[in-house]
């Protein structure tokens, strides 16, 4: 089955677009040249810095903005910047307190900048490695403050996010978005800074309606780019809920999702 009038296909990245070892396939790298063959353009999105973005650029020929943070900003190829949604500086130190008072680990983004109070804390290491840049140790946060565009909380424990995520929400959702982009992260973030605001600010940049644009993604802070594309598809290892909330279910990002779901729905082969 083919869907009608894609004109742009966005993805998020960890979890969907690449596999479990954060490696993209030569399945996907060829199924988004041939989205750009078909004239249909392609673009990312993701929870990660910008500078965790770029190795992406030339595998994938990308040439639309990239969407870091979630949305909180919005970068060309070259890291200018193109749409920044900062946390108002009021509002960090409560951020941080609420995350660290439920047990979470706390890193703050500054621009591109990345710092930690702990360079050996939960998944440090782990998103070093994935966003091929080291943070910044500080011994406190208290003199980190303007154009702060994202603070995160980690924790291996499921309740821990999960408490984090509800306090947030109880405390400072007029103020900020929570979200969580991978089981073990609570994503804070401007409240205008969502991936459904990416959709709303590309279908504008490319002069595109958003009913012509398909996205694809595994986690809760994709919903809002389900909710505002014309067509949605989640990835098999995804959680029931946002499973629940696509038009369409593929394979698991170990098993080729990204490149089944464009073959079969939007380029018209198996």
């Known amino acids: 089955m083919t869907l009608p009038k894609v004109r742009l296909v966005l993805s998020d990245i960890d979890g969907t677009l690449v596999t479990s070892d954060k490696a993209l396939t030569d399945a996907t790298i060829h199924v988004v040249h041939r989205l750009n ?13 910008p500078r965790g973005l770029t190795m992406l650029i030339e595998p994938l020929n990308l040439t639309t903005p990239l969407a870091a943070f979630n949305g909180g900003l919005i970068v060309d190829g070259d890291l200018k910047t193109l749409k920044e949604l900062e946390i108002k ?27 930690v109070l702990d360079l050996a804390g939960p998944h440090v290491a782990h998103e070093t490695d994935v966003c091929q840049f080291r943070p910044r ?19 291996d424990e499921p309740d821990v996010v999960a408490q984090g995520l509800a306090a947030l929400a109880k405390e400072l959702s007029d103020d900020v978005s929570a979200t969580s982009s991978q089981s073990y992260y609570v994503d804070v973030t401007h409240r205008d ?28 802070n994709d919903l809002m780019m389900f909710a505002r594309a014309g067509v949605s598809f989640a990835v098999a290892n995804a959680p029931d809920n946002v499973k629940n909330a696509a038009t369409h ?8 999702g990204f490149a089944n779901a464009m073959n079969r729905f939007i380029l018209g082969t198996s």
């Open 249 to 256: 279910v593929t394979t698991s990002n170990d098993d080729e």
């Open 193 to 220: 800074a969502n991936k459904g605001c990416v959709v709303d600010y590309l279908a504008e940049r490319l002069s595109i309606d958003p009913q012509e644009i398909a996205v694809i993604g595994d986690m809760s």
């Open 137 to 155: 140790r500080l011994e406190s946060f208290d003199g980190v403050r303007g154009n702060i565009i994202k603070i995160v909380g980690v924790s």
């Open 37 to 49: 063959d078909a004239g249909i353009h392609f673009a990312i999105t993701s929870g990660r810095p």
């Open 89 to 115: 500086d009021e509002l960090v130190g409560p951020i941080i307190d609420e995350l660290s008072g439920h047990d979470l680990s706390v890193w703050v983004y500054q621009g591109t900048d990345w710092f």
